[in-house]
């Protein structure tokens, strides 16, 4: 019945049926920063910057400083420019802040039901459905998978329930076949350009070790895809996300200089 249910599905039936945050609202009360601005030399004139928005090639970018720094605004203009370039080349531009999310929700949830909405709406319309279908078909086959039949128990599945509400049911599982969901649902847009930005990782207040752990997971599928990935995120320079981000190239405020900012990294 699920399986029918889900084959049967339209998008103005499942798009309400999303746990998603409104990205654009918060951009839009963000203003842009002024790039030769002392206070942003650290980013916009450092090379490791310069050379991720150059690159022809995948690349990723960790960037790091306390609130007063203000990254959230870069964050704001990437995703701007990034929009702009995509409706020339047809890239998808991914993007998230953190920042927007409500409390007492799960935030990986809103991250990936909020990218996933986004992916719909970068699609040609006649793609959309299969998107959405394909993303609750893999969460369905994960949750038969984990139990070898269906874990009633655990997703609380009622027969006098409506099919939406249970569909609703299987879009709230574990943070592991979110991702895992996504990544199908990418996998048949390998070819297309694909630019994702995070802000605010510091910020995610539930669930936030698995739901960084997940995003560090989803970035190394992307780096595997044959197209040109370009990832941006951003943060506190808190341990735990230090640890969990290890090896990222990553752009560190005033980490081994002391409040004098200067053009170009070491």
């Not at 949830?109 to 909020?114: A, E, Q, R, Y």
């Not at 574990?174 to 991702?179: I, Q, T």
């Not at 506190?236 to 005033?254: H, S, V």
Request: net charge positive; aromatic share 10%; glycine share 4%.
């Amino acid at each position: 019945m699920l399986r029918s249910a889900i084959n049967d599905l339209n998008l103005d039936q499942f798009l309400p049926m999303l746990s998603v945050l409104d990205q654009d609202e918060h951009i839009s009360a963000m203003p842009h920063p002024d790039r030769d601005h002392p206070m942003f030399y650290w980013i916009f004139k450092n090379k490791d910057f310069s050379q991720w928005s150059s690159a022809e090639c995948s690349r990723v970018l960790w960037l790091s400083g306390l609130p007063e720094r203000n990254i959230d605004q870069v964050s704001s203009y990437v995703v701007h420019r990034e929009k702009e370039t995509a409706l020339k080349t047809g890239r998808f531009v991914l993007y998230f802040f953190c920042s927007s999310a409500i409390r007492g929700r799960s935030s990986v949830t809103d991250f990936i039901h909020t990218l996933l909405k986004q992916i719909v709406y970068c699609s040609p319309m006649g793609k959309r459905i299969s998107i959405i279908r394909n993303f609750l078909h893999s969460l369905l086959g994960q949750a038969v998978k984990r139990k070898a039949g269906f874990n009633l128990e655990r997703w609380s599945l009622d027969k006098e329930y409506s099919l939406d509400k249970n569909i609703k049911k299987i879009l709230n599982a574990p943070v592991n076949e979110l991702f895992t969901a996504l990544r199908a649902v990418l996998g048949g847009q390998e070819q297309r350009g694909l630019s994702l930005i995070v802000d605010g990782l510091d910020k995610v207040e539930h669930q936030r070790d698995e739901c960084i752990r997940g995003v560090r997971a989803f970035i190394e599928h992307l780096q595997q895809r044959a197209s040109k990935v370009k990832i941006l995120l951003t943060s506190q320079p808190l341990a735990e996300i230090r640890e969990l981000f290890n090896g990222l190239p990553c752009i560190e405020y005033d980490r081994e200089r002391k409040g004098l900012p200067i053009p170009f990294s070491n």
